[in-house]
């Protein structure tokens, strides 16, 4: 069974986001663990998180995507900035333990005029000071298209990172088919050369999500505009592919194309359609 769901508000709280998944036909969902420019979590609510568990375990929804703000930068030249994505992080993880079968992904971040060499270090320390032995959720890095100076803009950076960090176990990847392709991975036209590559690098054990996007903008653009699945540059056909790839298709899928509700609900019904039983 294809396993896949959308990102969705978690302004509600969990088991709110629970019933809309299964609303829209999903098995699963990405949310933000906070409000995605930074700033205060909301009072952590046990009564919501256990009320979740429950129906989580019921509809199977498992596993789900927390996602950090996408405005930390762990490899910020400033300190302050650096203190403040490493204490966000912490505390997003602290409370995840509560949610069961819960993954937790993020961007590397920028270096801006650093260098790529001190960005991936200091992303290795920040990750060596928030993972800790015990902890449940498997903390992802996200593969990104490589906008200004983002870091993990190829396989190799995140591998540099992954030979940095203690507990490596802790960690795996998140591949976004939009920013990969605007990276310059070719998975239109190579989709088994390039996992092929992914295999090499990193190692495909390592890979635990999908972001399932097409993309705006054609292969190597940089750009990360992410466009409704059918409707740009990847288009349907390969995006099938992905789906049902063998390496892929027992991981889960999360949607994060500009859509409401009912453009995700379509797209689901698409790609449950697209998937070979
Ligand atoms: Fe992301
Ligand atoms: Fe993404
Ligand atoms: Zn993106």
């Given at each position: 069974m294809l396993k896949i769901g959308c990102h969705l508000s978690s302004a509600k709280?969990?088991?709110?986001?629970?019933r809309e998944a299964v609303k829209i036909g999903a098995n699963t969902f990405q949310f933000f663990t906070r409000n995605p420019r930074g700033g205060k979590a909301k009072p952590l609510n046990l009564e919501d998180m256990t009320a979740y568990g429950s129906f989580?375990?019921?509809?199977?929804?498992?596993?789900?995507?927390?996602?950090?703000?996408?405005t930390l930068n762990p490899c910020a030249a400033d300190e302050n900035l650096r203190t403040f994505a490493r204490e966000t992080m912490a505390d997003d993880l602290a409370r995840l333990e509560h949610i069961p079968g819960c993954m937790y992904n993020f961007h590397p971040g920028s270096h801006v005029k650093q260098g790529v060499e001190t960005g991936i270090a200091r992303i290795a320390e920040h990750l060596n000071a928030i993972l800790t032995p015990?902890?449940?959720?498997?903390?992802?890095?996200?593969?990104?298209?490589?906008?200004?100076?983002?870091?993990?803009?190829?396989?190799?950076?995140?591998?540099?990172?992954?030979?940095?960090?203690?507990?490596?176990?802790?960690?795996?990847?998140?591949?976004?088919t939009c920013h990969v392709f605007d990276g310059g991975y070719d998975?239109?036209?190579?989709?088994?050369?390039?996992?092929?590559?992914?295999?090499?690098?990193?190692?495909?054990?390592?890979?635990?999500?999908?972001?399932?996007?097409?993309?705006?903008?054609?292969?190597?653009s940089h750009k990360d505009r992410h466009?409704?699945?059918?409707?740009?540059?990847?288009?349907?056909?390969?995006?099938t592919r992905i789906v049902n790839?063998?390496?892929?298709?027992?991981?889960?899928?999360?949607?994060?194309?500009?859509?409401?509700?009912?453009?995700?609900?379509?797209?689901?019904?698409?790609?449950?359609?697209?998937?070979?039983?």
């Open positions: 709280g969990y088991l709110a986001m629970g989580a375990q019921e509809q199977g929804l498992f596993p789900i995507l927390a996602h950090a703000p996408y015990t902890l449940s959720t498997t903390v992802l890095l996200e593969t990104m298209a490589g906008k200004g100076s983002e870091v993990g803009r190829n396989f190799q950076e995140l591998r540099a990172i992954l030979d940095r960090v203690e507990l490596s176990d802790k960690l795996g990847v998140c591949l976004d998975i239109v036209q190579q989709l088994d050369q390039v996992l092929e590559e992914f295999d090499r690098v990193l190692g495909l054990y390592r890979l635990k999500a999908i972001h399932l996007n097409d993309s705006k903008n054609p292969l190597g466009e409704k699945l059918g409707e740009g540059y990847l288009g349907m056909e390969a995006l790839h063998p390496a892929l298709r027992e991981l889960p899928f999360y949607l994060e194309t500009p859509n409401d509700l009912e453009g995700y609900a379509q797209e689901i019904a698409r790609m449950k359609e697209a998937y070979q039983e």
